[in-house]
């Protein structure tokens, strides 16, 4: 597709529930990332995937969260065990990722609320 | 994870003003990236600097980095009703050289009054 693609865009589920998010990155950006914005805050860091490299994680709130990239396509965010202060849109952005500097293209997100 | 500082939080301007709205990190950053997001929507790529002291302008906008590598302002000249959303400053810190993660500051939320 033109842009990046999030699914769903709404999420509603039972506090102790898991959740799986969904990003199709624009086709040929080989960076991914993963941010978490609650009501009324910026953009928080989760994860971000480079190519064939490791993942930084170091954004990640918890062992709770984790997230999965097939090659350079499709990203999955998982939450397992859901809390009520998990309830945020989560970002997707992807970018070309060549150099130091770059433009990240972002998703709409996907609302979550846990209940 | 570090934010950084932007301020005003929010402002409340009438259709035509000027608006200028800042942002400062505690830390030395390579790049600075000036987005808006629309409600329901992702960010959008305003404006990026990439040299300490630049001045790049897009329409009614105009960016600044700061000497000082640790700031950045944003200017909106003539405000018009599309201009409402939320603004966010980014970031590359020095100390991410080499790898693409940015930072991003807290927002400030633009609204204009009829």
């Known amino acids: 597709g033109a842009g990046v693609s999030q699914s769903p865009s709404n999420k509603v589920t039972e506090k102790g529930k898991d959740v799986e998010l969904r990003c199709d990155p624009i086709s040929g950006h080989t960076a991914l990332y993963w941010y978490r914005q609650r009501l009324g805050q910026g953009l928080e860091f989760l994860i971000y995937f480079q190519g064939n490299s490791a993942p930084d994680k170091s954004g990640l709130p918890s062992d709770r969260f984790s997230a999965e990239r097939t090659g350079e396509s499709v990203s999955t965010l998982t939450i397992q065990r859901t809390q009520q202060e998990d309830s945020a849109v989560y970002l997707c952005?992807?970018?070309?990722?060549?150099?130091?500097?770059?433009?990240?293209?972002f998703g709409a997100g996907t609302r979550l609320s846990v209940l | 994870g570090q934010q950084l500082n932007q301020s005003p939080q929010s402002m409340f301007i009438q259709e035509g003003e000027d608006v200028s709205m800042n942002c400062t990190s505690s830390?030395?950053?390579?790049?600075w990236l000036w987005y808006k997001q629309d409600p329901g929507e992702g960010p959008v790529l305003l404006i990026a600097?990439?040299?300490?002291?630049e001045l790049t302008s897009n329409g009614r906008l105009t960016a600044q980095f700061g000497i000082t590598r640790k700031d950045s302002f944003l200017n909106i000249s003539a405000s018009i009703p599309s201009d409402v959303g939320i603004y966010f400053c980014a970031g590359q810190p020095l100390v991410n050289f080499g790898n693409e993660k940015l930072t991003f500051g807290t927002g400030t939320r633009l609204t204009i009054i009829p």
């Open positions: 830390s030395i950053f390579n790049t």
């Open positions: 952005a992807s970018s070309i990722g060549r150099g130091p500097w770059e433009f990240q293209y």
């Open positions: 600097l990439y040299k300490a002291g």
